[in-house]
């Protein structure tokens, strides 16, 4: 194995993924109660004493609102920028082991090689990110996965930093039509969701993938569904021309009320 991805759950309820190397386990983001994470950690065959270290995209509770319980686990690093730390921070009541980076560096952790960048999106410094392993020879070919979920919509650098990934995390999080028609919020949340610095909708995101296509492409996974004004239907109809066979990646679905597929990057 040189890396195995597995989405333990995304939408804009909460969101965790693992990511395993040889020589290390990681979670992107921790937006469920440490509870729940070991839950979903043991379900997947892992524990929460495994982990090695979080990479948090940004403070919203749906990617970080899990820190709180982990102090019974202080050796798990947690990796962010200085505007999520000092965000997420304030609402602890103990001091995780942070591990600060700036936005749009690049570094390694254990085997893997990090690279944030920022993403527009209504928080304090959210970035999305690329995670790679490998040495790009016969032997340990080169392998990388990009984070891209809560954005606004994606300018060149974002474009950029997902073309050469074999597998894509990409936001759809809501069907136009569907967040329209939502009687739960009220009219200034809809236009912050639909807004530069909301979320993608399924529209938007299908756009963005018409426009990058890449040959680089193994998988491209689709969450960050909202439970509310999305569904897997609209999804699957918003996406059909990518749901064809005989495209050089495959496309999968994350649905809001359970656990996303897995990958396998040998
Ligand atoms: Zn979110
Ligand atoms: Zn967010």
């Known amino acids: 194995m040189a890396m195995r991805l597995t989405i333990l759950g995304s939408s804009s309820s909460g969101n965790c993924a693992l990511l395993c190397t040889d020589s290390c386990k990681v979670l992107i983001d921790a937006g469920f109660s440490a509870k729940r994470i070991a839950e979903m950690l043991g379900a997947a065959g892992h524990g929460l004493d495994q982990i090695d270290a979080i990479f948090l995209t940004h403070e919203h509770g749906d990617h970080c609102t899990g820190i709180s319980g982990l102090a019974r686990w202080p050796g798990i690093k947690i990796f962010a920028n200085r505007g999520t730390a000092e965000s997420v921070q304030r609402s602890l009541r103990h001091r995780p082991d942070w591990q600060l980076f700036e936005t749009g560096s690049r570094f390694r952790f254990r085997d893997l090689e990090v ?152």
């Open 115 to 266: 690279e944030s960048f920022s993403i527009p999106h209504d928080a304090i410094e959210p970035v999305g990110y690329v995670l790679a392993h490998g040495d790009g020879d016969l032997l340990s070919p080169r392998r990388s996965v990009a984070f891209v979920t809560d954005l606004g919509y994606a300018p060149e650098l974002v474009r950029q930093r997902i073309r050469d990934v074999d597998v894509l995390v990409l936001e759809a999080n809501h069907d136009l039509a569907l967040l329209q028609r939502d009687t739960k919020r009220p009219w200034s949340v809809k236009q912050r969701i639909s807004g530069r610095h909301g979320h993608l909708s399924n529209e938007a995101a299908r756009d963005l993938m018409a426009s990058v296509e890449s040959p680089a492409w193994r998988h491209v996974c689709l969450a960050h569904l909202s439970r509310d004004c999305n569904s897997l239907s609209a999804v699957e109809a918003a996406f059909a021309r990518f749901m064809q066979p005989g495209l050089g990646f495959a496309l999968s679905i994350v649905p809001p009320d359970s656990g996303g597929p897995i990958f396998d990057l040998s």
